[in-house]
């Protein structure tokens, strides 16, 4: 299974981010139970954002579940109000776990997209 995030590499702040994880040689539905995002800024530590569950339900941490929303369809993430501390690099990733930042408790990684929030 391969995950590829793709989206905007530059976004105004206050706008909405939109990033795609596509799947391949595989589907959200495979024995992987949990796919999510999580994200590095720039001289800081991996953030878990949120995740779906392939049953379709979602979990999203505190910081970020007023302004993010994953769905299903080829682990969609939105996140709206950026702010230039959302640059980061954002991954998509499948595990067993929700809710860790710890690489090993991932199957699968994507490579990660850098997006930039400047003005």
């Known amino acids: 299974v391969q995950l590829q995030e793709s989206g905007p590499g530059l976004v105004k702040p206050s706008q909405t981010l939109s990033l795609t994880c596509t799947v391949s040689g595989g589907s959200i539905t495979t024995n992987v139970p949990y796919w999510g995002w999580i994200r590095q800024p720039p001289g800081k530590a991996l953030e878990w954002m949120g995740s779906i569950h392939k049953s379709g339900s979602t979990y999203y941490h505190p910081l970020f579940k007023s302004r993010t929303s994953i769905s299903r369809n080829t682990v969609y993430l939105q996140m709206n109000s950026l702010k230039p501390e959302d640059t980061a690099v954002y991954s998509c990733?499948?595990?067993?776990?929700?809710?860790?930042?710890?690489?090993?408790?991932?199957?699968?990684w994507g490579r990660g997209t850098q997006v930039t929030v400047s003005s």
């Open positions: 990733a499948a595990g067993t776990y929700s809710g860790s930042s710890n690489t090993l408790d991932y199957t699968y």
